[in-house]
């Protein structure tokens, strides 16, 4: 609880202050017609631009006072061909919001990993701002199937796991898994601020919030999935010789000094993944699967709102903003889909899904230390 609210203030960290008048938001744009707007507010458009950058607000017509001028100015500079180009940047920025669902990871997996590493989740839901839509039911049902059959595409991620340089393995993967993650944050975030701070939004010219804000919905409902997983979901780490709990020494059967949250999850320990059943655990995973899928559909509509409606991006721009948070999405579910694959792969059927435990071979117990020496118990 205090890994989430401390993700929900660092969150809300990109959003500025709403009552404070931009003077900044034409300072610069994206190269394709950055230096065509700026000839433009130093030449015909310089008397309300100066207006502009005083900041002093007509208090009868409010904020977009000085703020529509400048923007009339510019457009009616603009020719016919570039506001066609105009629009039709528009419509690709619009799209943005349906692009990243159809290639983003769903709310369920991205909360799976958060079970299992709440650090690694919570910098896929600020890496990744792709929400895939689904239903309530198809979200329980995402769970259920997870823990009754585990991640349906091998990767080979079990091999890795008994492999006799699977310390090196452990640390590469690691190291790949967050500096990809990390890259994809820092992506989304100076996107988020680009576009917040240094772009005009069309329904709300006066205002510097919106993409961020946009940014910002889709980390909430990613983190509120993880927090619906898990008021529903027990995960415990055992000894796979008689059943011990290891949630005092996660990892003991590794052996080693790095923190258990930066260990990919097919070289944890064994573990087992149980529903939690209950009126209270029920109620609670269901009321928050309820306001997952209505905020789903909220961030969707105000998304598209937002980036359909900034101004004064070319069309090569706005091929290279998609291009950009296509690309985290993609890296981000791709860490998403090794990280499931690799919990398959150290998952324990339990009895209230497989009717008791499988036989576990010998060799699928991790008992040596990562230079393959036998680890005392």
Known sequence: MKLFTASLATLFALVPAAHAVPTHQFDHFFPGWNTRVQDILKGACAEPYAVYLTGK??????KQSIVNPVIDCVLEEFPESRKAELATGALVLGLIPTILQSIGSSTAETALVGLRSPLLGFLI?????AVSMMRTSDFASSIVEFIEKGDTRDFGMGKLRWSSGRGKWAFLISLLEYAAVGGAVANVLHLAWNLGIYAVAI?????????????????LIHLAGCLAVGVRVRMRYVDSRNGDDYNNARTRPLNTWIPHQLIPAVFQPAM???LRHGGANT??????????????V???AFGTLVLSGLLFFSLADCLIIVGRYSLSAVVCRAVVRLELSGMTAAMIPTSSNKGGLETIEPEQIVLTTWKGQPQDM
Do not use: C, H, K, R
């Open 203 to 219: 329904f709300a010219p006066d205002t510097i919030f919106g993409v961020p804000l946009w940014t910002l919905g889709a980390a």
């Open 125 to 129: 839901s600020a890496g990744s701002p």
């Open 298 to 300: 909220a961030q969707v």
């Open 272 to 274: 087992t993944l149980e």
């Open 57 to 62: 607000v007509n208090e009868t017509e409010g």
């Open 283 to 296: 109620f609670w995973f269901y009321t928050l699967t309820w306001i997952i899928s209505i905020g789903i």
